[in-house]
T-cell receptor
Framework: DTGVSQDPRHKITKRGQNVTFRCDPI?????LYWYRQTLGQGPEFLTY????????KSRLLSDRFSAERPKGSFSTLEIQRTEQGDSAMYLC???????????FGPGTRLLVL | AQSVTQPDIHITVSEGASLELRCNYS??????LFWYVQSPGQGLQLLLK??????LVQGIKGFEAEFKRSQSSFNLRKPSVHWSDAAEYFC????????????????FGKGTLLTVNP
């Protein structure tokens, strides 16, 4: 069990650019979650997948955000036309089918200039 | 909708002293409750969780927490703090689904930053 991994760990981009983050969950976990954490706040739920199906999306996930999990394994989170307000830590977590315990990755820290 | 309040933004304790971090939640039924710890620039590590049963739960690194339904609280405690415990601590609540036991969304408090003095 290597845990949840995320790539990249850090990303600096200019406003208006598109960025994509990747998350690899714990191998036997069918559920995958994305959260966003801004400075001084706790993580906020964005979306989650059960296998390849995206079952819930937060209102925080604007039209510029899209998440995929094409084969039910890794997931990508894309932000189009980034804005300075998108600067945050993006956390990925995974869990088993019952979802009782979510295990988090190290996060991707995004800075939009 | 569920919510979590962590009343203390920042706590400073001396190494070897006892610690209690407060957490109050709002949820219509018995929730799932969690404490996570986050070191600077890192992800979240699970310390302990409460689902049901014994209201005093033990976690890793010598931490424990007590679920008190009457007070809607889930406070985290440690009898003797080590310098390596300095980090940010988050309490979280998970909803129980009507279709059966699993939660899919955690709601976090704003966190308590713990500083440990030598």
């Amino acid at each position: 069990d290597t845990g949840v991994s995320q790539d990249p760990r850090h990303k600096i981009t200019k406003r208006g650019q598109n960025v994509t983050f990747r998350c690899d969950p714990i191998s036997e976990h069918n559920r995958l979650y994305w959260y966003r954490q801004t400075l001084g706040q706790g993580p906020e739920f964005l979306t989650y997948f059960q296998n390849e199906a995206q079952l819930e999306k937060s209102r925080l996930l604007s039209d510029r955000f899209s998440a995929e999990r094409p084969k039910g394994s890794f997931s990508t989170l894309e932000i189009q036309r980034t804005e300075q307000g998108d600067s945050a830590m993006y956390l990925c977590a995974s869990s088993g089918d019952w979802g009782e315990t979510q295990y988090f990755g190290p996060g991707t820290r995004l800075l939009v200039l | 909708a569920q919510s979590v309040t962590q009343p203390d933004i920042h706590i400073t304790v001396s190494e070897g002293a006892s610690l209690e971090l407060r957490c109050n939640y709002s949820y219509g039924a018995t929730p799932y409750l969690f404490w996570y710890v986050q070191s600077p620039g890192q992800g979240l590590q699970l310390l302990l969780k409460y689902f049901s049963g014994d209201t005093l739960v033990q976690g890793i690194k010598g931490f424990e927490a007590e679920f008190k339904r009457s007070q809607s609280s889930f406070n985290l405690r440690k009898p003797s703090v080590h310098w390596s415990d300095a980090a940010e601590y988050f309490c979280a609540v998970g909803a129980r689904r009507r279709s059966g036991g699993s939660n899919y969304k955690l709601t976090f408090g704003k966190g308590t930053l713990l500083t440990v003095n030598p």
